[in-house]
């Protein structure tokens, strides 16, 4: 569960998030639309702990993200642009390293079969191509089995297949009751995974998307959002 | 494949130990000071001249390798071989043997003639930035992944490391010195040769020379048969 | 605090960093080096040294301080990885503690080099216990870990932050810095006893207060 | 060599580093410090003062740079901009040149504040003419630049790229160290004039032969 | 026109690119498709001299990348995935220091408000997010109007609209004659904007593909992509 309550962000006079209200259930999947600049990334990273909000909360599965940060931790995967990962250290050194700050004990090789790396295992991160990182992000963002999902635009970078492969992904992941919430700029990504979404736009929700809506209704709804 | 590298280093060195051993034996074996063989004025080394033939082939041994470094870098940068690559590398790891072995002689050179191991004798000191060059070119070798940019990379230094080189032969000149200089003409640090002298020290100069060559053949080839063995592991993956 | 935590960011940063196997030599060689440089100051057997030799002692520290210490976060900073860790349920004190104590490994094992190769090669005759001028040495260097590594993770947003935050990073560490000299010299030169210099233990009540600030204060540097 | 675009890359350099002015910042506070230090290493009127000053006082600089120069490169390679500058049409020499340039512009800014600060708080005597220490300190920074860029360009792809930087610099920098500090000494202590200085000339020779190693090889350095 | 010609490029011992040949008429736009790790950047960045090929030769518009590769690069623009933009300059000033840098004089004032940015001209683009910054990029890349555009991912991060936009804006590019080499694991983006590609996979062209064929066609293609 994810409520999100006049929630507002500002940097410096800027403000990037202004008065957010959103309330997504547990086992939902929710799609966060809007053009660039939007404030999506800043939403997330506020519901990520890694910004502290101006004003408002945020609470995931009841606990407040500023209050206590540690256990709200615990309750998310966060997959983003920046894939988090060590250049210096293998693949598999990442992810153990990961498992160990969460204190669990992942099947790690079986994670790195879940995104095809398992081949490059003892490769270096450094090496890898752009879409490998990700893929490699993909598997540190689950490896504790987190209630929540954030997931900023995590199909960046990802090849056809990868693509394909992370939405079964994310529907077996769905199926096992987890609360994804989902940027991206694709309608079909969108409308893929997610039954219900709101759009933003300069911080503030404009309107709210189902998604399940004929895909027409939906073409119409993104041209109109970069307005 | 590493194994063999491992063995074929402990061997030679070993044997590069025992060939010194006999070199010091065959020269102490000469007996006390000849003052034919070594003139010296008001000699206050007794038989720490001997050490001489070691510290000047070193010496020698140290300015070649530098020159064979430079040589293989520019090569390398021209040609993109990486043959040339392989002789400059091996000739910096050589190189750093014989300054160490340069620096060893030296230090007793020194105790015996200033009366300490280390004297901050400019000759001294510069040697011991010889010593540190090579060391340097070898970290930034070992700083760097990638076969081609190593290479790149390292004789870029490798050329520039050379300037130590004149610099070590004029330190002498440009900073106060107690190192004497062969053939000099102010008497009281002049140091000469003569003829039974030269023949030793041409006789020690031509061995070392052979060692040289012959381990930096060596090296060379082990490094391309490993480098060789890499290539066969990765295509086989 | 949890200690399994610190242990494991501590492994992780030396292990990325010993990748190069060399980073040791390289320490080693880096020290060696400096410490050679000093030589050039002055004639090496000339009373001066005497007179300056804590003091270039310290510098050298102070300098190879400075270079890896503000590497720990910033590069973590720019790489992104930082995020990471903020992301795992690590409370923010426990990635403090461990580059702090990851620097300090990092310091205490260039001075397990430095200080035996600094006596040798100046011949340098301490009038104190080398013992004392050692642990008044790795005195200095964990209060100047403590400080360098939390004023790191400070400057890491400095471009966001006021200008007067960078101005206020190597002042601070003044104090430790002169006070360290001062009892190097009384250590090396006047052959004090460690227990009866004053200004040791100035170091230790400055840096329990730093530390103590630095775990209070470390949570503001973090959050954006 | 197109000195406009030198022009233009050095600009930007500054116009970027006088936003957070961070390496201005430290770079003078590092070279502050250090002075004060070494206040601190020797009873201030001790004759050991003026036999050690010059060569402090041209290591502050040394270490100052160390610490600063090697930014230049390293930045721009892990921000990405170098990519940037290399994929514009400008020759891979005026890159170097450019940043050889803005190093120089900082290394004397430092000096412009840091020699004056040092004959204060020393209250040092200088024997010979303070405008001569001064063009003899200019030079030895001049080649200290010219190396120090160059060099922290050649380690931009290495692991542990700064302390690789400073064990390579400083044993080619050892023939200016030294002939700087022997031609300091010569001003500031034995009163000679800066013309009649056999290694001034030294230091100019060095210098030209390392701009054009230099520049024939920096484009090995940049190609991958 | 891009020819090249038996082109390699092996890191230490991994081979990223395995004798490549491909041909691009001037004013033709190519796609270069094909899985994570297939080594599309590394072709990209050797066409753009950024990298120098192990063997074989890549010519622009005759010019040879190796032998001339300062006249090659006032051929190119370049978008990839890093923006090459300094984050304490303004975007205004990072175009003016490039368009100095190409010794060109483009009406960046217009460049701006073509990727609407024109109300950020004056914040530093560390501010900016991802998309803006890729926005900037492209106004960065076409600032010399070169002949040739080398679009590596371009679209990432880019909203609905922006990507619309750039759309727009490389069919105006292609009308004027440039050439266009894309990499894209976007369908409808290849198909959209390129008549003719190939698909790259461990570094060898295992097949051209027409990207004027019909949709389930591509589709077809697309899908076993990643086999
Ligand atoms: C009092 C002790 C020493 C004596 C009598 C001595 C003697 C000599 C002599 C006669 C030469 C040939 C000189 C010339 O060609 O200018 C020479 C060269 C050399 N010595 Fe020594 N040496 C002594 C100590 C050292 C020490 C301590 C070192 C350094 C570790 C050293 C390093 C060198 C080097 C590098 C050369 C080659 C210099 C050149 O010509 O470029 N020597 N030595
Ligand atoms: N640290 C910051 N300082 C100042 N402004 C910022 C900062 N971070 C973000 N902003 C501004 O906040 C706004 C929202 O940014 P955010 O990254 O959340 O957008 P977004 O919706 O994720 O866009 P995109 O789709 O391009 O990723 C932007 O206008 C951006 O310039
Ligand atoms: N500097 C490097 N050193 C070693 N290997 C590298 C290097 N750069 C790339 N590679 C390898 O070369 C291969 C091709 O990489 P490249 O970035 O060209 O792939 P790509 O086709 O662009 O993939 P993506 O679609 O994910 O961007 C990858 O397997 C990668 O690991
Ligand atoms: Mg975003
Ligand atoms: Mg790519």
Known sequence: MIRVEELSKRFNNFTALDGINLHIKSGESFALLGPNGAGKTTLIRILSTLLKPTSGRALLNNIDVTVEPEDAKRQIGVVSHNPYLYDELTALENLEFYAGLYESNPDIPELLKLVNLDSRAHDPVG?????????????RAILHDPKIL??????????????NNFYTLVDRLKSRGKTILLTTHYLEEAAGLCENGVILKKGVVTSSVDLKAPQPVLEKIFEDMGR | MKFERKHAQVFLGTLWIVVLAAMYKVLFGLGPLKEELLRYPGDPMRNG???FFFS?????VTYIAFTVVLLGSAFYLKTKDMKWDRIASSSARLGLVFTTILLINGAIFSNLAWGAYWNWDPRQTSSLFLWFTLAAYLTLRGAVDGVETRARLSAVLGIFGFVGVPLTHISTTIWLSNHPALYDTAQSTG???????????MTLM?????LYIYLLWLTVK???????????????? | MNPLLIYRIVCKDLKSELRGKETINFMFLFSFISLLMFNFAADPFSPALTEVGPGLLWFVFIFTGMLGLSRAFIKEKETGTLEGLLLAPVSTEDILYAKTFYNLLLMLGIQLIAFPLFIVLFNYNI?????????????GNIAFVVVGSFMSALVMNAKSRELVLQIIVLPLLLPVIILTIISLRKVMIAGVNLLSIGEVKLIVFYVAIMAVLASILFEYIVEE
Chains 1, 5 share one sequence.
């Open chain 2, 191 to 201: 140091f000469s040769l003569d003829r039974s002298g030269l023949i030793l020290f």
């Open chain 2, 222 to 237: 082990i490094d391309s048969l490993e480098e060789g063995s890499q290539k066969v592991f990765s295509g086989e993956l």
């Open chain 2, 56 to 60: 000047m082939e070193a010496a020698a």
């Open chain 2, 206 to 210: 031509t061995s070392f020379l052979a």
């Open chain 1, 150 to 163: 954030l997931l900023d635009e995590p199909t960046s970078g990802l090849d056809h297949k990868s693509r």
């Open chain 1, 127 to 139: 090496n890898f191509s752009r879409g490998m990182k990700q893929r490699l992000s993909i598997a």
């Open chain 2, 49 to 51: 001249y001997k050490i």
């Open chain 3, 127 to 139: 009038a104190g216990s080398a013992l004392d001028a050692f642990i008044v040495l790795a005195l």
